[in-house]
């Protein structure tokens, strides 16, 4: 059955974007045009959870800028965990080990609850250099762990790390069995330091094959790929690209909200709007033409080479 002969009620998952305030400045930021701080509105927002609830929405991711310094993030995701969606959260790790005891808490509420912390190396002298506070994101997935929150980990491929993906294996293993990595997406404004941090798609395709012979030394891990689920085996890791295999999935299963309310269809393109969800419901968005308009793309909306960076973690 193609895309065009399915109708749904609603997205299957929305990434929602509750806050611009972040403490780092990664270099491939896809939040970067935010030029100030700004939180989502909490009472609008939790109207809107209701209404997620009631279109079927599977799971809700809580990303930003840095969620953890939204001032009702434990409000939203209390109110969150009410709903049926499955709730993740995407943190980049850098808030204080009480946030994380805190966060970890919420674990106990809730199954599945799974939160991504972004890293893109184990080490100061790669990681420092695409993201930063290395240290810091390290003791914050430790003190998630010891309190019985395991998280997983997400790293977007680069120049700087293509050939050491695998050293996240060897350095969390077996505290962490479950790792998500992201290719880099070309903004929709390109500058010179991002084409230097963007791989061929040779160096992805050698990456990937490196992955996999590395992966095979630990058989218990989970491995994810935008697009697709991998086991140790390079066939599966060379599965052809979204471009290739219409798998954009902007409008068609998935929309983000942004932190000034506006529904957007694919978070990663900020230029995507569908409408103001300030004065109009997600329903009345979801049946738009404007939402129409860019579910029926002939190619995915952000122009994206090789596979789509924007998918939601395993739950």
Known sequence: MGRDEITLRGPLWVQADITTSCS???R?????????????????????????????????????????????????????????MSVSVLTNGTESPELAVRLAECHKNIHPFVVQVSLDHPSEAVNDRTRG???????????????????????VITTVN???LGDLFHAFHPTIRAFHFMNLMPP???????????PTDEQLRDSYALLAEQMRNFPDIRVSHPQMMCSPTATS????????GHGCTACGTHVGIAPNLDMVAC???????????????????????????FETFPEPICQARGDCPSSPPQV
């Open 133 to 155: 506070k290395t240290a810091s994101v390290r003791q914050f997935i430790h003190t998630l762990a010891e309190n019985g929150l395991t998280p997983q980990i997400a790293t």
């Open 162 to 164: 293509k050939d050491r």
């Open 267 to 293: 978070s990663l393109v900020p230029s995507s709007v569908v409408g103001s969800l300030r004065e109009s419901g997600m329903k009345e968005l979801w049946n738009s033409a404007q939402k129409s308009h």
């Open 188 to 198: 929709e404004r390109p500058t010179r330091e991002l084409d230097s941090l963007m």
């Open 28 to 84: 491939y930021c896809y939040a970067s045009h935010w030029k100030e701080e700004r939180h989502i509105d909490t009472e609008r927002f939790l109207e809107l959870l209701a209404e997620m609830d009631e279109m079927g929405v599977f799971l809700l991711l809580l990303a930003g800028g840095e969620p953890l310094r939204h001032p009702d993030f434990f409000r939203i995701l209390e109110a969150a965990i009410q709903t049926r």
């Open 24 to 26: 780092l400045s990664c």
């Open 237 to 244: 890791l060379f599965r052809e690209s979204t471009a290739e």
